[in-house]
RNA sequence: GGUCCCGUGGUGUAGCGGUUUAACAUGCUGCCCUGUCAAGGCAGAGAUCGCGGGUUCGAAUCCCGUCGGGACCGCCA
């Protein structure tokens, strides 16, 4: 080794003794006759100094800049009284420099290392070994490698066994759109990247594994987010002889005591609360309702059924939220509401002001709406004075949608909350199917798999708009944390199911008979779910973007500044796979 | 597929039709400096304002296009 002891470890108790460190130049500060740098690696920063009486260390000292890689030996003192720097781990001793060898010289880096500045996020990502060399980088990095390997320990310890499933697998139109790999061997054949080891965790639970798990890289070639990445990492669980209960309680459990391993954050409610899929959306407009704010919406569809105002009396729902203290904003504020809650498709954005006399002081539709319904629009919104009514009148997905995103906007506003909150909830029984207008059919709302509530089989063929899927969602701060469902372990009911969603029974075999041939052979009851790892990193970190706690992340629109990728192929690459590219890009490697 | 925001020395910003020879901070280079820790002082180098076209007597500034980054809708669990 060319340490002895890392930056980190050296502390008080270390003074007097001989040591050797390594790492890079973070910052110097020369005076002359005098030179300090602060040397760091990855355990943290020592100041070392330069004495003049060695003078071969001291020339070199001041020759170094930013991001040199130096290896130092010397004594390690008690710094002067005075001295001393209690903003630093090792604030209280020093280096003296012996001994200094440059290892690799630097080029002034493109950006900060030792700062905390804001930078362009196409510079940070193409000089991305860079970047992680800044300090709350490298603090992600352990963050996530803590996680990780606090799952690893805990589910192993639970008897749960790891096992890797493969990457190059089969395409299954079904759901997101697939990476394809083209097979050299199988001319016109593609593999195709998984979107989740779904279908290979369940053959787990037919080969008798019982209780499964993966930290499970996943592909989607799906437009960017800021909580979406093109490839992305799944805790992935598989449970067989489980109950729902059994799943969530798996979960909960897990998480509890990771937060409270690795971070000072701190669930809101305890035990997490649960809402079915319908009271999420009635209350809140969405499935994935951000709990840190109180504010939720009003069904006020029946009290203004009858207004002489179109808008409402025509909607097939009007709801709204109480923007509390908002009356002070002004039209333009207003107004830029309008316009958000349009990107939703809702036709505008109806409003009142509660004045201090407790009557509507302004309103868009005031004129339109009788002194008696506006009354009870006020008490059923609990409207107080200097409140902001806000309401939307629309088709209920519209409504909802426009809504919760609006929700999001004000709570973020007039709510305190505290950033070390951690709003966890579950929301269960989702519908199975949803209807697709185009399609004229029933799609999964979840995925193929999903096993229905045993209450409400008896509505599979009557009535299956009715059916609900025995289907869980995690929702922490307005992500969705994790997902999973029981499944269908009868090849019976499996079937059933595809020809609900209009899979031909040719298709379905050749898509998913090795499914229904596999149920076909002692099939145990089996479920499970898979937690967004890059998602709850990201709200560990209490970061906004999972960039943040990605090493390599792409841009959004999908490439790697830094290296380049996606690339031309060279055509004899191209040849062996038996791909004839259309319109080839000009940088075509001939 | 669509909407919006950003692009000015290495970095982060200001300037938004003419006293701009493009400013400020930081970084960088050199000199001075023995107790600093965002060290300090002095001096200096460094940008044809992402790219292309247009409007204008005149464009970093206005318009169109294009490229790159980001936020969002659609898409995606």
Redesign the pocket.
């Known amino acids: 080794m060319l340490k002895t002891h890392t930056c980190g470890e050296l502390k008080h108790d270390c003074i007097g003794q001989e040591v050797t460190l390594a790492g890079w130049v973070h ?10 740098i ?1 040397l760091r690696d990855r355990w943290g920063l020592v ?1 070392v ?1 330069s ?3 060695y003078a071969e260390a001291h020339e070199i000292m ?2 170094l ?2 991001e040199y890689v130096v290896q130092v030996s010397g004594n390690v ?1 008690g ?2 009284d ?4 209690p ?2 781990a090792s ?1 209280d001793i ?1 280096l ?1 420099a012996k001994q200094v060898e440059i290892l690799n010289i630097s080029k ?5 290392i ?2 905390i ?9 193409k000089y991305r070994y860079l970047d992680l060399r800044r300090s709350h980088m490298l603090k992600n990095l352990h963050l996530r490698h803590n996680t990780i390997a606090f799952i690893r320990n805990h589910l192993s310890q639970s008897d749960f066994l790891e096992v890797e499933t493969p990457i190059l697998f089969k395409t299954t139109p ?4 697939d990476y394809l790999v083209p097979s050299r061997l199988h001319k016109g054949k593609f593999y195709a990247l998984p ?2 080891p779904q279908q290979l965790k369940q053959l787990l639970m037919v080969a008798g594994v019982e209780k499964y798990f993966q930290i499970a890289r996943c592909f ?1 070639d ?7 990445q093109p490839e992305f990492t ?1 805790l992935d669980i598989e449970m067989s002889f489980v109950e729902q209960e059994d799943v969530l309680q798996t979960i909960e459990v897990m998480m509890t005591q990771l937060v409270s391993n690795l971070t000072s954050m701190k669930f809101q409610q305890t035990p997490w609360p649960r809402f079915s899929n319908e009271e999420a959306l009635n209350r809140f407009g969405t ?1 994935k309702p951000d709990l840190r704010f109180g504010i939720e919406l009003q069904d006020v569809t029946e009290l203004v059924s009858k207004s002489e105002f179109k808008i409402f009396s025509s909607a097939e729902a009007v709801k709204g939220i109480n923007a509390e203290g908002c009356g002070t904003y002004t039209r333009k504020e207003i107004d830029s509401l309008t316009d958000f809650v349009k ?3 809702a036709g505008g954005l109806a409003w009142a002001v509660v004045g201090e006399d407790d009557s509507i002081s302004r309103s868009s539709f005031g004129k339109y709406v009788d002194v008696v319904t506006m009354n009870a629009l006020k008490k059923k919104m609990q409207a107080k004075p200097g409140d902001l009514l806000l309401l939307v009148a629309s088709e209920i997905d519209i409504v909802h ?1 426009s809504l919760a ?1 609006l929700r999001i906007k004000i709570g973020e506003k007039i709510s305190s909350y505290d950033p070390n909150t951690l709003a966890c909830c579950w929301v269960v029984d ?1 519908p199975l199917f ?1 209807w697709n207008e185009q399609e004229n059919r029933w799609d ?4 193929l798999f999903t096993a229905p509530l045993t209450e409400d089989l008896c509505h599979l063929k009557t009535d299956p708009g009715k059916v609900r899927g025995s ?1 869980y ?1 995690m929702v922490c701060n307005g992500y ?1 944390m994790a ?2 469902s029981i499944r269908i372990h009868d090849s019976e009911l499996q079937q059933q199911i595809f020809g609900l969603i209009g899979l031909e029974q040719s298709v379905a075999i050749d898509r998913f008979g090795h499914m229904l041939e596999a149920f076909e052979y002692g099939t145990p009851p089996h479920g499970g779910i ?1 937690v ?1 790892i890059d998602r709850l990193v990201m709200l560990l970190a209490q970061e ?2 999972i ?1 943040e706690v990605i090493a390599f ?5 999908a ?1 790697d ?1 830094m290296v380049g990728a996606p690339s031309s192929a060279d055509v004899d690459q191209l040849n062996e796979l038996h791909i004839n590219v259309v319109d080839p890009p000009d940088d075509i490697i001939e």
């Not at 005075?82 to 720097?85: S, V």
């Open positions: 910052r110097r500060r020369d005076h002359g006759g005098l030179t300090f602060d100041q100094v004495d003049p009486e001041a020759s800049r930013s003192r710094r002067p005075g001295a001393t720097n903003d630093m604030g020093e003296v002034t880096p493109p950006f900060d030792n700062k500045t804001r930078v362009e996020e196409g510079l940070r990502q079904e759901g997101a759109r979107q989740s989607r799906e437009d960017q987010r800021g909580d979406r799944q499935d990107k939703y498709g949608d995103a989702f949803n999964p709302s979840h995925h289907q969602d969705e997902g999973g898979a967004g906004k973007n960039r992340p792409k841009s959004q629109q490439t500044l």
